[in-house]
């Protein structure tokens, strides 16, 4: 099994006005309008519905934005005909913490480095522009 990160990996955070318009839409928890306001990462999401479609391989997505966007994040995966479950921490440390007894997922992959080092091994930083390996 493994797991990869919402934010950086599969979607890039709003930029510019389009940023001051999602955290209106953050605070106010409208999860559909924030999601439209990020940009999918092509090669990522094209990859995730390989793996867990074609391959079979069993995928976590983690999200640190908010514990009530999960759903919206599994509708927005579904559109994009991937099933799979998300589950939003407050941080990367408690998702670092709870990772310690899940050791079924051999894999996460994170957007930045400094994600990968408090994650620890098993952690892999890829790219929005690139395709995982597996």
Do not use: S
């Given at each position: 099994m493994q797991a990869t990160m919402f934010e950086g990996v599969l979607a890039s955070a709003p930029e510019g006005v389009a940023a001051i318009k999602a955290k209106f839409y953050l605070k106010t928890e409208k999860w559909e309008?924030?999601?439209?306001?990020?940009?999918?990462?092509?090669?990522?999401?094209?990859?995730?519905?390989?793996?867990?479609?074609?391959?079979?391989?069993?995928?976590?997505v983690y999200t640190l934005l908010n514990a009530?966007?999960?759903?919206?994040?599994e509708n927005w995966l579904s559109r994009k005909g991937i099933?799979?479950?998300?589950?939003?921490?407050?941080?990367?440390?408690?998702?670092?913490f709870?990772?310690?007894?899940?050791?079924?997922?051999?894999?996460?992959?994170?957007?930045?480095?400094?994600?990968?080092?408090i994650i620890g091994f098993r952690s892999t930083v890829v790219t929005p522009n690139t395709a995982w390996s597996i």
């Open positions: 309008a924030y999601l439209k306001m990020w940009k999918p990462n092509v090669l990522p999401i094209k990859y995730l519905g390989d793996a867990i479609n074609r391959l079979g391989i069993g995928t976590e009530g966007i999960g759903g919206a994040i099933a799979t479950n998300v589950v939003a921490y407050d941080n990367i440390e408690d998702l670092a709870d990772l310690q007894f899940n050791r079924g997922i051999t894999k996460i992959y994170t957007a930045d480095q400094e994600q990968a080092q």
